[in-house]
């Protein structure tokens, strides 16, 4: 943790984020044979890209890249291809990018076929499952001087380096403030109790009227339930030797809970949560004014403030006797083990996370940037949506719990898991039954998982 203090606290002034770098390295790894001190320092980082293969040989390089996000990250991403391309004109790129919905279903079918990115956009529950299914390379010789070890160690599996973090981000809310304000509701807060969630979910329903609720209904995604749980001092759902940890008893209460919420329209209903796609300007039930507030990360504030400025405001998940959010790597940069230009891939992601210029071009697309010397570079030019950004990461922090990779064999579970709940949901199972359901299916993942 000092380590931390001395690389952050100069540059946001901010213990909390301090503390937030720190929450984000993954217990269950080593953080031995990697990270700053087995990297070069290079006096700047367009000068480590330039050295690298794609400067030197002048070979054409055409490198595939893939990655999901807002239309904001994409066009910011696509931009900074352009830069790299214009500092090595010999590589160029093929673009791939989407929302979530889907993209590691398409991942998945693309590594089938031989045919994945050489560069890949990775989430945190996936990169115990890429590694031990050999689908990612060894990244270890990028430029890492300025990322704490901690913070690295969320893409390390036993010691070596096999996904990038790119940013830091905070699991909070978002809540549209022109709405509390009118309706004259006692807004969200980053101290809020479950107890007072219920009661504004009551409140707010009750001056809506019947077609506008007030929680989009997350309750089929696997975030939702792990935060509650968390929340409920029960720990996190997998145990620290990656077995199903979802306690019963707490499941079939906030299940049944949920179920309830929905029956009073306090929650989307399951026809139109079922529309809904997170930052889309016509899908989003928040975006779109079905409902006042959702889960939403530290790093999608710009993308949704974009959207409609200066509308809305920030909140912690509600608590119970612990802190129930948590703060993660937002996403990875990985490389695909079975690239043919795995070294010309690793030196794009050098420049991506250390060049200062491109900095300025992606700001906070992908949370707070993982280099404290870049930090440096993009704090005097914050805009107001990045401030939120900042601050709402910097007040989830005192709560946060810790954050730990999803073990090998379990990335796609949370798909399983939709589908179960959105039974529910439907009105088609019991919170009961479906529990059932949930530990046949996590046999079923741990007898995959250990082969």
Known sequence: ??????????????????????????NNNSNDGNGAASASPSASSSASSSASPSGASGEPVKLTIAWWGSQERHDATQKALQQYTALHPNVTFESQFSGWDGYFDKLAVQNSAGNAPDIIQMDAAYVNDYVGRGLLADIGSINTADVDPSVLASGQVDGKLYAMPLGVAALGMVYDKSVVDKLGLTAPSFDWTWDDYYAFGEAAKAKLGK???????????????????????????????????????????YMTKMSELRDKGILTPADLTATDKE????????????????????????????????????????????????????????????????????????????????????????????????VESLTPNFSEADKKSVAFLNSVTPTAQKFINDPQGWGSFKNDYK????????????????????????DEYAAAAKG
Not at 11 to 19: E, K, R
Not at 218 to 223: G, M, N, T
Request: glycine letters at 6%.
């Open 211 to 253: 077609d506008k609720y007030v929680f989009e209904d997350q309750s089929a995604d696997l975030v939702d339930y792990t935060a509650y749980q968390y929340s409920m001092g029960k720990g996190y759902i997998y145990s620290e030797d990656g077995k199903f940890a979802i306690d019963k008893d707490t499941w079939i209460e």
């Open 279 to 374: 930052l889309d300007p016509q899908l989003d039930n928040v975006v779109n004014g079905n409902a006042i507030a959702r889960h939403l990360f530290s790093n999608q504030v710009t993308a949704i403030d974009a959207l409609k400025p200066d509308t809305y405001a920030y909140a912690a998940l509600p608590k119970g006797t612990e802190g129930g959010g948590w703060l993660k790597p937002s996403m990875f940069w990985s490389v695909n083990a079975k690239s043919s230009h795995a070294e010309e891939a690793k030196a794009f992601i050098d420049w991506f996370i250390n060049d200062t210029d491109v900095a300025q071009t992606l700001g906070l697309t992908r949370g707070t940037p993982v280099s404290s010397k870049v």
């Open 419 to 442: 589908t179960i709940v959105e039974e529910i949901q439907f009105k088609q199972t019991t919170p009961e039954q479906a529990y059932e359901k949930l530990l046949k299916k996590a």
């Open 1 to 26: 943790m000092a380590s931390i203090a001395r690389t952050w606290s100069a540059v946001l002034a901010s213990s909390m984020l301090v503390a937030a770098l720190a929450a984000c390295g993954n």
